[in-house]
């Protein structure tokens, strides 16, 4: 069991033996005031946990969670969402996937990525997809181009991966240098191999009820599947997502929407925005300011799902900076129910759905179930 910041992490590997004991439980809770049960969500206990009945109603709150930590009630604690063990069981379960369809008819998907530039840390990002699509049997096609070429040239990479039948996606890294049009560049690419859906129709089709896209952009795709798989109930709930960027914070709020959860978006000119955190549910903050939402502005068990990932100095590390989200974690982690952690919490997802999409792409070319 590892402690973080008064959260509480139990490893992955966890039975359902504690949520079928719940009842009796809560039972007992009410009628003994042996635990109180107010989180909203809560953890599946290994078996060899579950040696007395004593044992149950001091680690264990309900949530039908596959993979999960869990809070001792004696304690305010939250559930700390492991987003890397989360993407390690969605990369298996697409290992699996891709190689099915490969014995099956013989077709491998395909990943394409256009680096322009020399960002550092653009470059960073395209090696570790790069990485990532050998690690689940994925084929990784990758350009990069000077930093002066011209938008022409990119757009004739894209023309030749639309094409191209061993693509089945196309992600364009982003940001692109300044003198490219960006609208230009992502509207070319076909919307059938639009694996970062940023392509307009699937951002309309994602906001019109009864439609459905063929891609939903992969950060938040990739916070909506944290709080599936942690068993997070979101109809009904009131959440709040701060920011409202095109790539992160509006397809955030549109996805909790089809979830039938009550939307408020807060942004930059917000007046007084702690007043509406303070009633959310559920929160996904992308606004890129390092610690803004403080402990006192979320409302007692909401859950923090924290895409922010800023650089703060730090001296005592090697590097001189540590890395923190847009919610101070120390603050929040004693109010929350549930909680992201920077790094190791959204980050991970946003690969792994990416990789997802790419099979869902080849799938849907090939017509493989």
Not at 51 to 57: F, W
Not at 171 to 198: C, R, T, W, Y
Not at 211 to 221: G, H, N, Y
């Amino acid at each position: 069991m590892e402690k973080i910041c008064g959260a509480v992490r139990l490893s992955p590997e966890s039975s359902t033996t504690a949520r079928l004991l719940l009842p009796l439980t809560r039972n007992l809770s009410r009628q003994h005031g042996v635990v109180s049960f107010n989180r909203l969500v809560g953890v599946r206990l290994p078996h060899r946990h579950l040696t007395s009945l004593t044992a149950l109603t001091t680690h264990c709150s309900p949530s039908p969670s596959p993979l999960v930590s869990a809070s001792v009630a004696t304690e305010t604690s939250a559930i700390v969402i492991d987003g890397k063990a989360i993407a390690k069981q969605i990369r298996d379960e697409i290992t699996e996937e891709v190689s099915k369809m490969k014995n099956a008819i013989g077709v491998t998907p395909g990943l394409a990525v256009i680096l322009v530039g020399d960002r550092k840390d653009s470059a960073t990002y395209v090696r570790n997809k790069k990485k990532a699509c050998e690690s689940v049997g994925i084929n990784s096609f990758e350009v990069r181009l000077p930093e002066d070429c011209t938008e022409q040239e990119v757009l004739k990479f894209i023309s030749d991966f639309n094409d191209d039948p061993s693509v089945h996606g196309i992600l364009v890294q982003l940001p692109l240098p300044s003198h490219m049009n960006e609208q230009n560049i992502l509207n070319a690419v076909s919307i059938e191999k639009d694996v970062d859906g940023f392509h307009p129709l699937n951002i309309g089709r994602l906001a019109m009820r009864g439609r459905e896209p063929l891609f939903v952009p992969c950060t938040p795709k990739g916070c909506i599947e944290l709080l599936h798989r942690y068993g997070i109930n979101i109809k009904g709930k009131k959440a709040v997502v701060i920011g409202r960027s095109n790539i992160v914070g509006m397809p955030a709020a549109l996805l909790l929407q089809r979830e039938d959860a009550t939307i408020s978006i807060v942004h930059s000119r917000t007046k007084n925005p702690e007043e509406y955190i303070r009633e959310a549910d559920i929160i996904i903050s992308a606004v890129g300011q390092p610690n803004m939402v403080r402990g006192n502005w979320i409302k007692p068990g909401a859950v923090i799902i924290d895409v922010g990932i800023n650089p703060v100095e730090d001296t005592k590390s090697p590097r001189g900076y540590r890395l923190v989200g847009d919610v101070c974690y120390e603050e929040a982690c004693k109010v929350a129910s549930a909680i992201t952690p920077v790094p190791g919490g959204v980050g991970p997802m946003t690969i792994a759905m990416l990789l997802s999409n790419t099979l869902i792409s080849a799938k849907r070319i090939h017509n493989f179930q």
